[in-house]
């Protein structure tokens, strides 16, 4: 263990992030539709695959595809996570 190096991330140290975390931590409405989206679709899954129903299991997958779109739009729409511009590291 002695001949390991303290540095986690580069042999010059580690970096603090240029930009500070979001404070809602993604409790958005985007971030809860999705959420609960995906974990209804998930039962419809679970429930439609235990039982053998395939409208079921099939209703589930299109409940997910749903939410993934609505969720996507109502981010795109501004009720989301706002995007972080990302710097290349090429500049460095």
């Known amino acids: 263990m002695a ?8 042999p ?4 603090i992030p240029d930009v500070a975390p ?3 931590e993604g409790k958005t409405p985007a971030g809860w539709v ?3 989206g ?6 419809l899954v679970g429930i439609g695959l235990i039982a053998h129903i395939p409208g079921v299991w099939i209703a589930g997958a299109a409940v ?5 779109i609505v969720s996507g739009a109502m981010r795109a729409a ?3 996570q706002p995007p972080v ?3 290349s590291r090429a500049a460095e």
């Open 78 to 80: 501004g009720l989301g």
């Open 64 to 68: 997910g595809a749903i939410s993934l």
């Open 22 to 24: 979001f404070h809602n």
């Open 85 to 87: 511009a990302v710097q």
């Open 34 to 36: 999705m959420a609960f």
């Open 3 to 10: 001949d390991k190096d303290l540095t986690l991330v580069s």
């Open 38 to 43: 995906l974990m209804f679709a998930a039962l």
């Open 12 to 15: 010059g140290g580690d970096r």
